[in-house]
């Protein structure tokens, strides 16, 4: 595959520009410019670069609103919410973060209501933030349906991913970040562009039987949930905190309002934090550290979200091979 | 398999009798024939009176104080403590509940950290009695590893169940209960009893090889986590709020402190409560209805609790038919 090399600046450079020339104001362009760098830098290219397309159409079809401008309120004293005003979710995760941190911090444990938001990327960039700010964080989000329930073949969850963080000191916080499928949609997504075949157990195809071959699945077919139906339980626990509880659409629902412009769809966005330091033990910090050197010692274990920070450490001093028709088309978009 | 019929009141009066000939007071010996009497109503024959020689066990050794008398005291404005005394998980269950409901009402979200306690059961019951007080409720525990981590053949992780109930107004709570292993250890020791063998995936023998013979798990091998290393992560997830957010036995620790008596060790209890009608949609009930409705109405598809429920009624005008060999074994430890 023909690449370009782009350091991390010429990243977030490409998309900020393509999304300021779609409609985008500074703020909105920014933040999803920083998501996006974020993504690449971590090696989650599924996240990265690949999604400008997607936002470019939302902006274009006029589904979503560029120059939205995020209002913040208290619901309860445990309770924020975030309406983003029909614009992404970076920026409205920028408004809404350090008001939740706060909250959690007087609370002993607070949520987060993101609602009216379009929600493209993942979910570790926000978890890890409030665990960076010493906070245990989960979050989780609809999306369209995608993943058949336990027993069904045909979509009706999401991917529905579900992020948890832990805040480990001076060290990088632990992070997973997992969809409810039994593989993310965009990883999916990627296999079909790049030609891979799947391994069994990932999805069905458009007439029901099991299929190792991703384009399958997206013509027509469904994902299944890891793990058979406890994974449908966990995506079924996502839509009733990303939706059922915060009033904001139900995968299908989500699916029943949208334009199909290929960009993301409105819903919501749950984020629970929890201030370990309020919960009686002063020593959760070393008490859980001895924890995670007991797992880490175990002969194949290896920590969630270890292989990203690896990533980042690499791509801090080295370039990203973006493929050269996804940076052209980018380039393409941005009209220049 | 012979059996003994009992109604429900007979089960009840035959594990409170046991219970309070070995040690419990009054309160404590109710709260547990309650919880246990609860099981076998529901069919959940692992969580019921086959618990009861686990539990006088542990009277007999003195790792557990059968007259604890819980304290519940308020940690944060969001956050309530029970401290169970050393005693066991239903009585503090009873103590904690209204002020865990009352907590979720005034702040929108709670959490409820139970400590020092002795936990046997399933989490159902209190997700359930959470969610008739209108709130949704999520609750874990750990316990002494039995699940191997992604990559590993040795055992680390409880069996660490997560259980999530949502309000449904006059109807039964939408309720789920699983292990983050493939399979509760319950089930297991169930299936070894009987002679049955296991789906593949469930477990690995003590060298490390896969098997579906529940005595092979049990004799020195391990469970495996649902769905692979997403299953892990869930895992992961309780052993962080059972142990590490409030300050108690990682399941590793709860072994290496537990005297092996066969009754449950000591650790914690995480249950998260929240106020649907505090965060934003006057409207939650009906949508969450209408969400319901559309997942039921799925070909293939049955919700989260329906059998327990169907289980429930069909015993409340029928008799549980206990093995005979449990029976006598009671009647036995009760010293008539």
Redesign the interface.
């Known amino acids: 595959m023909s690449t370009v090399a782009l350091n991390l600046a010429q990243v977030h450079q490409l998309a900020e520009r393509c999304l300021a020339a779609n409609g985008c104001d500074a703020a909105n362009a920014a933040a999803l410019a920083d998501t996006i760098g974020a993504a690449e830098r971590d090696g989650c290219h599924a996240h990265g670069l690949f999604r400008v397309p997607g936002y470019v159409a939302s902006l274009r079809s006029g589904k979503v609103d560029g120059k939205a401008a995020p209002r913040v309120e208290q ?5 924020v ?1 975030v309406d983003a005003g029909g614009g992404y979710a970076p920026l409205a995760l920028q408004h809404g973060r350090q008001p939740l941190i706060d909250c959690a911090r ?6 987060l ?1 993101m ?1 009216n938001m379009h929600h493209f990327s993942a979910l570790w960039i926000e978890v890890e933030a409030v665990a960076r700010a010493g906070l ?1 964080a ?1 979050a989780c989000t609809a999306y369209m349906p995608a993943v058949a ?6 979509p ?1 969850f999401g991917t529905n991913p579900m992020a ?1 963080g ?1 805040p480990r000191g001076e060290r990088a916080p632990l992070v ?1 970040d ?1 969809a409810s499928a ?1 593989m993310a949609r965009g990883e999916v997504m990627i296999a079909a562009r790049e030609g891979h075949s799947l391994p069994p157990g990932v999805g069905l195809d458009a007439q029901g039987a099991a299929t190792t071959d991703p384009q399958a699945i997206i013509d027509g077919g469904v994902l299944l ?4 139906y ?2 449908a ?2 995506a ?2 996502v ?3 990303a ?5 904001q659409a ?1 995968s ?1 629902e989500a699916k029943e309002n949208d334009n199909g412009d290929g960009g993301p769809p409105r819903g919501g966005e749950f984020i ?1 934090a ?3 330091s ?4 002063a ?2 910090l070393a ?2 550290e001895g ?1 995670f050197a ?2 880490g010692g ?5 920590l ?1 979200g270890d292989r990203r920070y690896a990533n980042r450490e690499r791509n801090a001093a080295a370039n990203i091979e973006v493929p050269r028709s996804l940076h052209d088309r980018i380039v393409e978009l941005t009209g220049d």
Chains 1, 2 share one sequence.
Not at 106 to 111: E, L, V, Y
Not at 243 to 247: E, H, M
Not at 298 to 302: L, N, S, W, Y
């Open positions: 619901l309860a004293p445990g309770v919410r007087t609370q002993g444990i607070a949520a209501a609602v245990a989960l329930p336990a027993g069904a073949s045909q009706f948890f832990w997973f997992q039994a949930p890891f793990g058979g406890k994974g339980s966990i079924l626990l839509e009733l905190l939706a059922g509880l915060i009033g139900f299908f629970l929890m201030d370990p309020r919960f009686g033990d020593n959760w008490h859980a924890f007991r797992l175990i002969a194949g274990v290896r969630p």
